[in-house]
């Protein structure tokens, strides 16, 4: 499964799909305080960049991939 959940925390790995957000909205509406780790993520699906926008979650780990890095506005790292 392209994202792993942890307690707070969801590690998007790898290519992750449209198939990821029904998890993830779910996830995200359920945890009081979601924090985000897009280090290993390569591609992400318009629909997760939608909800993650929209949830605003602190940022672990932004993605190591350029591209994505410019593209996805989330919030800065927490401390």
């Known amino acids: 499964m392209p994202i792993r959940y942890d307690a707070d925390l969801a590690r998007f790995e790898a290519a992750c799909t449209v198939e990821d957000a029904l998890p993830l909205a779910e996830w995200l509406e359920a945890t009081a305080a979601p924090r985000v780790d897009l280090s290993a993520c390569t591609e992400l699906h318009t629909a997760l960049l939608q909800l993650l926008m929209a949830a605003k979650p ?16 989330l919030p800065p790292t927490g401390p």
Do not use: K, N, T, Y
């Not at 940022?59 to 996805?72: K, Q, S, T, W």
């Open 58 to 73: 602190m940022v672990a780990a932004g993605p190591e991939d350029a591209f994505l890095a410019r593209v996805i506005p």
